[in-house]
């Protein structure tokens, strides 16, 4: 198996250059890397979880800087976080559960009053799950589950003829224990990395549910989850039209255009200034996404503000598509957000052009023109219409519901906890 620290080092520059192309494509390379810094990580046998969440941490927190921009590596950071944590708190709750029925199988073996035992037991259980939820990942966690457990409850003690066996097995348990966090968590990224794979056809199997017969549809750009889409419901024999706005200055839009006649869509392609006159005739906008933020907001590619605006005129729905792996627990205003990145002027003019129009000669020894060119727009959630993940549609007001149930709030800020002093 290749080095951790390679392989972690060859997937930042990977992101530093700009060489993985997409979202899905940067999640699921990113969550493969952290599933492989978790196989090779050494846990103690105490804080099993803490050890495997300052491992991630301290990955994420490189990732994130390397591309601070593609805010899909921050997500599936945050999402391994979250299944850590989530895994560890499942293993605490079985144990406490593992020896509450220890305790009442000793009980009954009692000459004591059952019923008012077995209350005992039931208040244990909920009070220990209630701690550990509230202790998961401070070390000892389930050291310090066992210690708030009442006396009357306690498990009785051996004799010292039992107290070595006693030891083996405590520290064989440990052992288990952590092998099974790990096995668990591995598991759970697995999944995580099947739905990554698979987001695009959990999505376009609910196109039929959204595209009628003889409509029109308009998108801008270029976008596979918005290929898919459309093309299902072409499958599913619904007959219709759609606009494709070219998506200047990188033109995406002319290879979505020839994508969709290869399918056998009728497609028309427009420029991106023609917007406004052609959406009168649109019976709805569909749209991909770079990321969805915890407000419901949208980053999407520049030019994406004008086409929700010019529908929200028409009152035309404008509908979002976005994999699990977009949804971002940040908001915009979050100083970890990054909205916006410049791309080079050579795709507005060619450098040719770019060097006629500099002039060195002037006082201030600056050039005249400038060229700006953003990467990407930011679409408010009072313009979306509709969502449609690889869980179902969803409106914007349930989106920060939605998110949460994928983050832990002790996650949101990704930096590794400083080492304590002595």
Request: proline residues 5%.
């Amino acid at each position: 198996m290749p080095d951790g620290q390679a392989l972690v080092s060859d997937f930042l520059n990977k992101l530093k250059k700009r060489k993985i192309e997409g979202s899905q494509a940067t999640a699921r390379q990113t969550a493969e890397l952290l599933r492989s810094v978790i196989s090779q990580q050494r846990v103690p046998y105490t804080n099993q979880a803490g050890a495997l969440v300052d491992a991630i941490k301290a990955v994420g927190e490189k990732l994130i800087a390397a591309n601070p921009v593609e805010l899909a590596v921050g997500n599936i950071v945050r999402r391994v976080l979250h299944i850590i944590r989530e895994e560890d708190l499942s293993l605490t709750t079985d144990a406490i559960a593992g020896l509450n029925l220890s305790g009442a199988s000793d009980g009954e073996e009692d000459d004591g009053d059952y019923y008012g035992e077995r209350h005992d037991g039931q208040v244990l259980s909920a009070a220990a799950v209630a701690a550990a939820a509230r202790s998961t990942l401070r070390p000892p966690s389930l050291q310090t589950l066992l210690e708030d457990v009442p006396d009357s409850a306690a498990v009785p003690h051996t004799s010292s003829s039992g107290g070595d066996s006693e030891g083996k097995s405590k520290s064989a348990d440990k052992s288990s224990r952590s092998r099974k966090l790990k096995h668990d968590v591995i598991e759970a990224v697995n999944e995580l990395i099947q739905d990554i794979a698979t987001c695009h056809e959990q999505i376009a199997e609910q196109a039929v549910e959204h595209i009628h017969q003889n409509e029109v549809i308009l998108t801008l750009g270029s976008s596979r989850t918005v290929l898919e889409f459309l093309c299902a419901a072409k499958e599913k024999k619904r007959s219709f039209r759609v606009f494709v706005a070219e998506g200047a200055p990188r033109y995406q839009g002319h290879l979505l255009a020839k994508d969709l006649v290869a399918r056998g869509l009728q497609t028309t392609l427009i420029t991106d200034s023609a917007v406004f006159a052609m959406i009168s005739r649109v019976n709805m906008v569909i749209v991909g996404a770079h990321a969805v933020m915890a407000n419901g907001g949208v980053i999407a590619p520049v030019g994406m503000n004008m086409v929700a605006l010019a529908a929200q005129k028409h009152a035309v729905p404008f509908v979002v598509l976005a994999g699990s792996h977009k949804l971002c627990p940040l908001y915009p205003h979050n100083p970890e957000v990054l909205l916006n990145e410049l791309r080079s002027p050579s795709e507005l003019l060619d450098f040719g052009e770019f060097s006629d129009c500099l002039d060195f000669g002037s006082s201030s020894g600056s050039p005249l023109l400038h060229v700006v060119n953003p990467a990407f727009d930011y679409v408010p959630p009072k313009l979306v219409s509709l969502f449609i993940t690889d869980t179902g549609g969803h409106n914007p007001s349930y989106m920060y519901r939605l998110i949460a149930d994928y983050y832990s709030a002790d996650d949101l800020v990704v930096r590794k906890r400083p080492a304590s002093g002595n």
